[in-house]
C-alpha cells in the first residue's frame, strides 16, 4: 500500500475493461502513490488475467452479495454497476488501508491532480 493511503476505484463489466485501464493509467499518472481498485462485475472467463492489471482487480465475489448468481441475473450490466458504488466504497475502507477514497466511473479520466 502507497504510503499515501489515498485511492481510486472503479467499477466495470468485462467488456468495459478498456476503459478502466484508461482511468486507472490516468489516476497513476497524477497520483503515482495512490492505489487503485477496479471492481469487475462478471468473471474474467480467459479474457483478461487479473494479476496482470496495473491496478487491484477486485471479483465481484469478494463483496459478499448472496445470493450472487440471483442478483446478476435480475438486473442490468448498467444497474449492477450503479449498485454496487456504496458496497465497493465500504468494503475498500474495510478490507485495504485507504484514508481518503475516489470514485470515478470508468468512462473517466484524470488531466490534473484530484484535489
Known amino acids: 500500500m502507497p504510503a499515501s493511503r489515498h485511492a ?3 467499477i466495470c463489466t468485462t467488456s468495459h475493461l478498456a476503459y478502466a485501464r ?20 462478471d468473471p474474467p472467463d480467459g479474457r483478461f488475467d487479473p494479476a496482470a492489471e496495473d491496478f487491484e482487480v477486485i471479483p465481484v465475489e469478494a463483496l459478499g452479495i448472496a445470493p450472487l448468481k440471483e ?7 448498467y444497474q449492477i454497476c450503479a ?4 458496497r465497493l466504497l465500504a ?18 479520466r484524470a488531466y490534473a491532480p484530484l484535489t
Open 71 to 77: 442478483y446478476l441475473f435480475r438486473h442490468t450490466p
Open 8 to 10: 481510486a476505484c472503479a
Open 22 to 41: 484508461t482511468l486507472m493509467a490516468s489516476v497513476a499518472a497524477v497520483h503515482p502513490d495512490w492505489s487503485r481498485h477496479v471492481l469487475v462485475v
Open 83 to 86: 449498485s454496487l458504488r456504496t
Open 91 to 108: 468494503w475498500l475502507f474495510e478490507h485495504r488501508q485507504i484514508d481518503r477514497l475516489v470514485y470515478m466511473d470508468c468512462d473517466s
